[in-house]
């Protein structure tokens, strides 16, 4: 991978080199020249048309030259890239992953539009495909998708109404939102110059955050002595140019959350996940291809897939005795002890019989099977 790095390099460095010396500037120069001396003397123009013929020639020989190297160079790159990544990836797709599931695949794909805000195309495909999306699901996007819009024209009274009538919803799952709407407006105000507009705003609204926010509350009050250069001052931060970006994802995710689903689309983070384990998928059906082996475990892989933590949904148990992950059925089970081991190894230990006391694999305590109980994180 550091040999393509390189060679990326180079080319980027020939093409920055090219455009330094630009080669229509040097033909600009070459007329340009040749311009003056038949403006000095008229009677040379013959002889300064077969100088600047020759010229010419030159320079876009040169061009050409130039041209032709940085191709080759993007040519070669290219064909080695190509050598390189030759990996099949119907090799590490399963075909009967969809088997008698075509309606989910159809419901999720007619959803995504509809979590887009493409509502006319998650229409016509539902209606293609013989689905029905409920009135009160497509509602509740237009919804969330007329106060985005909103919020993106810096117009938070919609977003504080919506929030307003569901704090208690937003409480319940410990949501600073409703705050982080009154937080703003409050900032919209100081920043228009408006400061008894402002500090009236901030009695009528901050005092509920109170006890929540209360250091928070004294820094925006604060703020007021550096409304004049506030871009340079220690309250910076509170005008940082992401914040309306911050607060309309926060209200998609308090949104979704309020009605029951994830903040991303399924289909998006199924693609995700996808991508990101695609590389690895391709690399072990490679290895176990050249073994001629197969992979006959149900449920699980034999290599681990590293994603990043937002497409991470739910704990994940590995059993300290033998090491495997937790599954529906070798799940999790926890001792009279505490200690938590998966099913199958408290089978061995325990040889088959829920009333053998055996000694935990980490304390001194002896257990039995009936003592344990299932564990569900």
């Known amino acids: 991978m550091e040999s393509f790095i390189k060679d990326y390099d180079k080319i980027i460095k020939k093409q920055r080199t090219l455009e330094t010396n630009d080669p229509l500037d040097r033909l600009i120069a070459v007329v340009n020249e040749a311009k003056e001396k038949i403006r000095a003397d008229p009677s040379s123009v013959n002889s300064s048309l077969a100088v600047l013929g020759k010229s010419i020639k030159t320079a876009s020989n040169g061009i050409s030259e130039e041209h032709k190297e940085i191709q080759s160079s993007l040519s070669k790159y290219s064909k080695a890239i190509d050598k390189k990544f030759t990996a099949d990836m119907m090799a590490a797709i399963n075909p009967h992953a969809f088997d008698n599931k075509e309606n989910i695949l159809r419901s999720t794909i007619a959803m995504h539009f509809i979590r887009q805000g493409n509502f006319e195309i998650g229409d016509t ?10 009135d009160s699901m497509r509602h ?31 409480e319940k799952r410990s949501s600073t939102l409703e705050f982080k709407l009154h937080r703003q407006r409050y900032l919209q105000l100081l920043m228009d110059r408006q400061v008894q507009e402002a500090i009236a705003y901030a009695r009528k609204n901050f005092a509920y955050f109170g006890n929540r926010h209360t250091q928070e509350i004294f820094r925006l009050m604060c703020s007021i002595i550096y409304m004049d250069h506030i871009k340079t001052s220690p309250y910076a931060d509170l005008i940082a140019p992401n914040t309306n970006a911050d607060i309309q994802h926060m ?4 949104f979704c959350s309020l009605i029951g689903l994830s903040c991303d689309s399924p289909l998006y983070v199924s693609v995700t996940v996808g991508t990101q384990a695609m590389p690895t998928m391709i690399k072990m059906a490679s290895i176990m291809k050249a073994k001629k082996t197969e992979w006959s475990q149900q449920q699980e892989l034999p290599v681990e897939i590293n994603l ?3 497409t991470k949904f739910h704990s994940i148990f590995a059993c300290p005795v033998s090491k495997e992950q937790a599954t529906e059925e070798n799940p999790p089970m926890m001792m ?36 344990a109980k299932n564990v569900f994180f």
């Open 251 to 254: 209200f998609t995710r308090d």
């Open 140 to 170: 509740q996007f237009m919804e969330m998708f007329d106060i985005v819009a909103a919020l993106k024209e810096d117009n938070l009274e919609p977003a504080l109404l919506w929030a307003t009538r569901h704090r208690s919803g937003l």
């Open 308 to 310: 990043t933590d937002d």
């Open 125 to 134: 495909f539902a209606k293609e495909t013989g689905l029905t999306v409920p």
């Open 336 to 371: 009279g002890c505490g200690h938590v081991i998966c099913k199958e190894s408290l089978q061995k230990l325990c040889r088959g019989s829920s009333n053998l006391r055996f000694k935990c694999p980490y304390c001194p305590q002896e257990s039995m099977a009936s003592q």
